[in-house]
């Protein structure tokens, strides 16, 4: 059986899903992306408040091509982007907030995909992230 591509050349995707999901007592938004239901997931964290990283997925498929091997989840963390359409984000941003939404996120992905989540952080989301394992 051949595998269908894009127009890059790499494996098309089998899913690119914008959705919602509750964390606490706030709404977020995240993008699901990959080439095979199977990968394991990945979530990426953002470089912290403010700036969003769910319009930038096609932009991290063309240079990285993640959703080859993984299952991308891109997060609007509370106080960013998307998850600001949720009145409750805007005031609500601190540390204590945001490690809880990453635990709680990382719990619904591994529950979801049935393994263990791959999490990588940039500036803030690092830290968010290694405050929250």
């Known amino acids: ?10 494996p098309a995707l089998a899913m690119d899903a914008l959705q919602t999901v509750s964390l606490g007592t706030a709404r977020h938004w995240i993008r699901v992306r990959g080439t095979s239901t199977s990968n394991p997931p990945l979530l990426l964290m953002q470089l912290g408040p ?3 990283i769910v319009n930038e997925a096609r932009r991290f498929e063309r240079l990285l091509a993640l959703e080859n091997a993984f299952t991308v989840v891109y997060w609007d963390q509370r106080g960013t982007g998307l998850s600001l359409r949720d009145v409750s984000n805007r005031s609500n941003v ?13 719990e619904r992905l591994r529950d979801r ?6 999490v990588a952080g940039f500036s803030f989301g690092a830290t968010f992230t290694a405050y929250a394992a």
């Open 50 to 52: 403010g700036l969003p």
């Open 94 to 106: 601190n540390v204590a907030h945001m490690v809880a939404d990453t635990v709680s996120m990382l």
């Open 113 to 118: 995909f049935g393994a263990a989540p791959v």
């Open 1 to 10: 059986m051949q595998r269908k591509t894009n127009a890059h050349g790499r």
